[in-house]
C-alpha cells in the first residue's frame, strides 16, 4: 500500500531552519507530483508548496516564498521542504501528500513548533 512518511519536525527558535522529509512508498514516486501542506491548531489545512514529477515546476504560498523551499530526489523517492527565516506563524502539523490525476495521498504529518 502507499505510505508517504514525514520526518524532521521539532521545536526551532524563530529565525531558525528545519529541512522536512518525506519518503514515499508503494507507489511510482516520479509519476506523481508532490506538496506540502500544514495544519495549526483551529485551523483549516492549507497548501504550502508544490513541485512538479520532474521537479521543473514549483509553486508556493504567498506566507513562505523566499523563505521554503520544495525539492525532490526521484532515486530516492524522496521530497523535502527547506524551511528558513521561520516564524511562530509557521507552527503547525506538516503533511506531504503525492498527487495523480484526481488521486491524492497523504503522510500522517510531523509537528513543527516556531518559538517567539
Known amino acids: 500500500q502507499v505510505q508517504l512518511v514525514e520526518s524532521g519536525g521539532g521545536l526551532v527558535q524563530a529565525g531558525g531552519s528545519l529541512r522536512l522529509s518525506c519518503a514515499a512508498s508503494g507507489l511510482t514516486f516520479s509519476s506523481y507530483a508532490m506538496g506540502w501542506f500544514r495544519q495549526a491548531p483551529g485551523a483549516e489545512r492549507e497548501f504550502v508548496a508544490t513541485?512538479?514529477?520532474?521537479?521543473?515546476?514549483?509553486d508556493y504560498a504567498d506566507t513562505v516564498k523566499g523563505r521554503f523551499t520544495i525539492s525532490r530526489d526521484n532515486a530516492k523517492n524522496t521530497v523535502y521542504l527547506q524551511m528558513n527565516s521561520l516564524k511562530p506563524e509557521d507552527t503547525a502539523v506538516y503533511y506531504c501528500?503525492?498527487?495523480?490525476?484526481?488521486?491524492?495521498?497523504w503522510g500522517q504529518g510531523t509537528q513543527v513548533t516556531v518559538s517567539s
Open positions: 513541485l512538479s514529477r520532474g521537479g521543473g515546476y514549483t
Open positions: 501528500a503525492a498527487d495523480r490525476n484526481s488521486l491524492r495521498y
